[in-house]
Nanobody, 128 residues
Framework: QVQLVESGGGLVQAGGSLRVSCAASGRTFSNYAMGWFRQAPGKEREFVAGISRFGESTYYVDSVKGRFTISRDNAKNTIYLQMSSLKPEDTAVYYC?????????????????????WGQGTQVTVSS
């Protein structure tokens, strides 16, 4: 079992940048491939980015490629999502998630069902 806590959300103007973090506790962090999802009001939860257990592979939804960067620091049990050139349509609650132990790849099209553990989310609001 792993516990996840997101932080760093807030209000930012369009074109600005923001970094959200997700701190993990409970088990060996490097056992888990990790992902970021987001959910806007009235919409389904959407895969945003993913990263393999040691950071050797990253995955992004097309709409954020070139603007968002996912990274992890296994020594700090933390993953990050650096968001740049933010748009109003990026407004959502951002969730981090962990796959079950030792799965190292992420299939973006498979979405949320491949993730076993979830944080409570952090709100990101981009004003126009």
């Amino acid at each position: 079992q792993v516990q996840l806590v997101e932080s760093g959300g807030g209000l930012v103007q369009a074109g600005g940048s923001l970094r959200v973090s997700c701190a993990a506790s409970g088990r060996t962090f490097s056992n888990y491939a990790m992902g970021w999802f987001r959910q806007a009001p009235g919409k389904e939860r959407e895969f945003v980015a993913g990263i393999s257990r040691f950071g050797e592979s990253t995955y992004y939804v097309d709409s954020v490629k070139g603007r968002f960067t996912i990274s992890r620091d296994n020594a700090k049990n933390t993953i990050y999502l650096q968001m740049s050139s933010l748009k109003p349509e990026d407004t959502a609650v951002y969730y981090c998630a962990a796959r079950a132990s030792f799965y190292n790849t992420i299939t973006p099209s498979a979405g949320a069902r491949q993730f076993a553990y979830w944080g409570q989310g952090t709100q990101v609001t981009v004003s126009s």
